[in-house]
């Protein structure tokens, strides 16, 4: 079916605010998927708080304009998906680098962030990157690792002595 005049300028008007405010954006091409792996694919995506849309590529293309994902444009061509990670810079390359593993006609094409256009190989880069969870965690581990370090060097001498003088007493030698 057919999209109006009004509907067209109503989706572009959607992705291109979700654009605005993504962290990261990956393009992949779905051809070969079903309706049902579609469904899955989409109900993984939105529990991560990833935004997943099938748009026709000269709609695609106006919807990114003056965004970050701009860079997008010249790799527009085909069935595409584009898949925006609203809070999250790895959480789309993480959903469709899992999907994929078990659907291999969902193929990445390309995948961008803060302006910058990578191709498809730097997918597992990006999905690498810690959530914010993982990200204060580690955080929170590079802080506490000095304080760490000096309790166990303050605490290191009085255990020390300790030693000493409990091997002293079980020798049985008197000072």
């Not at 860079?71 to 998906?81: I, Y």
């Amino acid at each position: 079916m057919a999209l109006r005049l009004e509907d067209k300028q109503k989706l572009v008007a959607e992705v291109s605010e979700v654009a605005a405010n993504a962290e990261s954006a990956v393009a992949a091409e779905y051809r070969g998927l079903s309706v049902a792996q579609m469904t899955e694919f989409r109900s993984k995506a939105r529990d991560e708080g990833v935004y997943v849309k099938v748009i026709k590529n000269t709609l695609a293309r106006r919807a990114v304009q003056g965004t970050d994902f701009e860079c997008l444009s010249e790799v527009l061509r085909g069935p595409l998906m584009l898949a925006f990670s609203r809070e999250d810079p790895g959480a789309a390359a993480r959903v469709v680098k899992a999907f994929a593993k078990e659907n291999e006609q969902l193929v990445t094409r390309a995948v961008a962030i803060s302006g910058e256009l990578y191709g498809a190989e730097d997918l597992g880069r990006l999905a690498s990157l810690p959530n914010l969870d993982q990200a204060r965690a580690m955080l929170l581990g590079v802080l506490q690792a000095p304080a760490s370090d000096l309790v166990r060097t303050l605490a290191e001498a009085p255990a020390m002595l300790a030693r000493v003088l409990g091997a002293r007493g079980e020798s049985g030698a008197d000072a």
